[in-house]
T-cell receptor, first 114, second 114 residues
Framework: DTAVSQTPKYLVTQMGNDKSIKCEQN?????MYWYKQDSKKFLKIMFS???????INETVPNRFSPKSPDKAHLNLHINSLELGDSAVYFC?????????????FGEGSWLTVV | GQQVMQIPQYQHVQEGEDFTTYCNSS?????IQWYKQRPGGHPVFLIQ?????EVKKQKRLTFQFGEAKKNSSLHITATQTTDVGTYFC??????????????FGKGTKLSVIP
C-alpha cells in the first residue's frame, strides 16, 4: 500500500480554472504538508498542517487553500489558475517528535496550466 | 529565519568518480536529513544525523554532520549510473518562539556519465 497517495498524477488545465489535488496518508502521521517544486527542482513548502494549527508560507498566494477533512487527508484547492502555477506539487506527511520529523512524500502531481 | 545553503547546484561526473555535496545552515541544527529524488520521482528519505561530528555510512554513501551542527556533507564513492538524481539536505532547527521547522536546501543534481 502506498504510504502517501495523491491524485491526480497529471493535470492539464486552462488559465482561470479552479482545481483540486487530493492527498491521503495511511501512516498515522499527525502532520501533513504541501510542497511545490518548480522547474529548477527547488522544493518550497507551501503549508504544514496538524490537528492543531495550519502554518502558511507567507509567499503562497491566497488562491491556494488547504482543506483537511480529517487527519489522514489534506487536499489542495487552487482558484483562478495562472501560468506560473505550473509545477509539481508534492503532498507529504510526518510524525512530530523531539528528534525531528522525517518527511514521507507522495509521488507528486504534475500540474500544467495552459 | 533559518536558511540552508547547498552546493554545488549541479555536478557531472564520470562513472567511477567520487561525488560530494555540501550543506550549510545559518543556524545550529537539531538534526540534518538527506533525501534523494530520482528523475521523474519524488524525494525519498535517506538518513538522519543527530549528534555533533556524527558519521554514518550506507554502502558507498558517507554522511557527516559537523562539530558545530551547522554543516553536513554527503560523499558517494565510485559513482554508478544508479546514483543519478537530485540530493537534498534538510536541516531541522528552531524557527523561533519554541517552534521548529525543516528547511530544505536547493539540492544538488548529479549526472553520471557512463
Amino acid at each position: 500500500d502506498t504510504a502517501v497517495s495523491q491524485t491526480p498524477k497529471y493535470l492539464v488545465t486552462q488559465m482561470g480554472n479552479d482545481k483540486s489535488i487530493k492527498c491521503e496518508q495511511n501512516l498515522g502521521h499527525d502532520t501533513m504538508y504541501w510542497y511545490k517544486q518548480d522547474s529548477k527542482k527547488f522544493l518550497k513548502i507551501m503549508f504544514s498542517y496538524n490537528n492543531k494549527e495550519l502554518i502558511i508560507n507567507e509567499t503562497v498566494p491566497n488562491r491556494f487553500s488547504p482543506k483537511s477533512p480529517d487527519k489522514a487527508h489534506l487536499n489542495l484547492h487552487i482558484n483562478s489558475l495562472e501560468l506560473g502555477d505550473s509545477a509539481v506539487y508534492f503532498c507529504a506527511s510526518s510524525s512530530q517528535g523531539s528528534s525531528g520529523n522525517t518527511i514521507y512524500f507522495g509521488e507528486g502531481s504534475w500540474l500544467t496550466v495552459v | 529565519g533559518q536558511q540552508v545553503m547547498q552546493i554545488p547546484q549541479y555536478q557531472h561526473v564520470q562513472e567511477g568518480e567520487d561525488f560530494t555535496t555540501y550543506c550549510n545552515s545559518s543556524t545550529t541544527l537539531s538534526n540534518i536529513q538527506w533525501y534523494k529524488q530520482r528523475p521523474g520521482g519524488h524525494p525519498v528519505f535517506l538518513i538522519q544525523l543527530v549528534k555533533s561530528g556524527e558519521v554514518k555510512k550506507q554502502k558507498r554513501l558517507t554522511f557527516q554532520f559537523g562539530e558545530a551542527k551547522k554543516n553536513s556533507s554527503l560523499h558517494i564513492t565510485a559513482t554508478q549510473t544508479t546514483d543519478v538524481g537530485t540530493y537534498f539536505c534538510a536541516g531541522y532547527g528552531s524557527s523561533g518562539a519554541g517552534s521548529y521547522q525543516l528547511t530544505f536546501g536547493k539540492g544538488t543534481k548529479l549526472s553520471v556519465i557512463p
